[in-house]
């Protein structure tokens, strides 16, 4: 996967509507990250593991986390809990303790919650949101045409609510979103050489083999 700065959709906003956005730069940042949960799947942001210390039973989580996929410590996989539900699991003592057990974990307010010691060292495989040199977030290469759409489709929708153009563009400007929202998926789901090759493999055992008798057998 190849990811650009959303600069890119910036530029491409100003040069289709005609207009500066600069104004509008940090909704356009948060309708991009919109559309990039629209078009859904894991090629929208990045997996990778990043390690959080304990320390008063809680760790902050980096900021351009999107979503925390599993939780592990040196011995063990932790499991998640929700916040409402912190007590101890089924068939533990729930009056020993009204936090959420060392295997246990739970996410709220930008912290991961467990009964650790302090100092112990999680390791989280999580999506993220890449960020270029400026600290600016990155789009999926693939996605720019659907996520620039998207952008055009919200700021116009903006002078539609003001009676500043006519319902006609606020629908082709959401069919087109729609259109290329479908196509981001479509090339995201496509599988790459190799697995095409191996897909090959397995659709070849799947011939099936003439017995003595004439008949098939699957």
Known sequence: MNFVSIKRVLASVTRNLGVDVLDKEQSI???AFEAE?????LKSFIQTEENVTIASN???LP???VKVLSVSNSSSILKPTHAHFRGNPVGVDADTDNMVTGDRYYIQDGYINAKLDDGVV???????IPLDADGYPKINDAHIEAVVAYCMWMIKNIDYYNGKVPQY????LQKRWFFLCGQARGIDGMPSSQELSEIGKYWNTLIPIKSSNGLKNH
């Open 37 to 41: 949960k629209f078009i859904g799947g």
């Open 169 to 172: 563009v606020i629908n082709d």
């Open 122 to 128: 999680l390791t989280l495989s999580v999506l993220t």
């Open 58 to 60: 809680r760790a902050a």
């Open 29 to 31: 940042i948060e309708w």
């Open 63 to 65: 900021s351009n986390i």
